[in-house]
Nanobody, 121 residues
Framework: QVQLVESGGGLVQPGGSLRLSCAASGSIFSIYAMGWYRQAPGKLRELVASITGGRNTNYADSVKGRFTISRDNAKDAAYLQMNSLKPEDTAVYYC???????????????WGRGTQVTVSS
């Protein structure tokens, strides 16, 4: 079984920073891409940022210049550094990874349970 566990969410004032972490564990053969999505109340889940094994990155327009995604392939981990946070960044943030399972021998999408980020004064 493969699991993703997020950490680092919380309450922060506008203009502040947070760093989210995502750790993958289990029967991992390889990780193709990792990313962060978010879902605000009453809205659809949306892509925030993604990164491939080759460290090619993609960002939502709304976070470009403020958020930075990175990964540590040796630790099977991904991170999201969020700066200049705005109230509209408030959402549950979910880690996603496309992982080839060592036992199943195929690539599937995996999701974490989410971590709440609240930006408010």
């Amino acid at each position: 079984q493969v699991q993703l566990v997020e950490s680092g969410g919380g309450l922060v004032q506008p203009g502040g920073s947070l760093r989210l972490s995502c750790a993958a564990s289990g029967s991992i053969f390889s990780i193709y891409a990792m990313g962060w999505y978010r879902q605000a109340p009453g809205k659809l889940r949306e892509l925030v940022a993604s990164i491939t094994g080759g460290r090619n990155t993609n960002y939502a327009d709304s976070v470009k210049g403020r958020f930075t995604i990175s990964r540590d392939n040796a630790k099977d981990a991904a991170y999201l550094q969020m700066n200049s946070l705005k109230p509209e960044d408030t959402a549950v943030y979910y880690c996603h990874a496309a992982i080839t399972d060592h036992i199943l021998g195929r690539r599937d999408d995996y999701w974490g349970r989410g971590t709440q980020v609240t930006v408010s004064s």
